[in-house]
């Protein structure tokens, strides 16, 4: 499983040009599924997201985690996190899960957010989605 974890102040989706989901301040997770990834992945991924500490302090530091300050999230699902471009001018998508797995491990991934107590938006797996991020810092985080 690869994630890409922005901290914003505000962030939605639009899916296929229509419906549009909101969060205020949290964090938008872009999240991948690979062919060899499992349920309990999901689990121990999220643990780890709802947990960062990644929000400041009033001295500017990172101490308080997106639970910490009751923050939301919205979860985007983004295979070509999966990507391998370091051969050719297409990148290769060979480690992805399937469609049938990568949603199956999307809607896992996603239910295990939604039973954390934080409010949780999601876009939809395989729909052509507009993501717009007010990322806040920027701040960024790689967690595969």
Do not use: W
Request: hydrophobic fraction near 40%.
């Amino acid at each position: 499983m690869k994630t890409v974890i922005q901290r914003v102040k505000k962030a939605s989706v639009a899916i296929d040009g229509k419906e549009k989901r909101e969060i205020s301040k949290g964090l938008v997770v872009l999240a991948a599924f690979g062919k060899n990834d499992t349920p309990e992945e999901c689990y121990k991924i999220f643990e780890k997201i709802k947990n960062l500490r990644i929000f400041s302090n009033e001295a500017g530091k990172f101490d308080y985690s997106v639970e910490d300050i009751k923050g939301e999230i919205l979860i985007i699902s983004q295979f070509t996190l999966y990507g391998d471009c370091g051969r050719g001018k297409r990148p290769d998508f060979t480690s992805a899960a399937p469609y049938a797995l990568g949603k199956q491990l999307y809607e896992e991934f996603l239910n295990i957010a939604l039973k954390s107590g934080l409010k949780v938006e999601s876009g939809e797996f395989g729909a052509d989605m507009l993501v717009e991020i007010h990322n806040d810092g920027p701040v960024t985080i790689i967690l595969d």
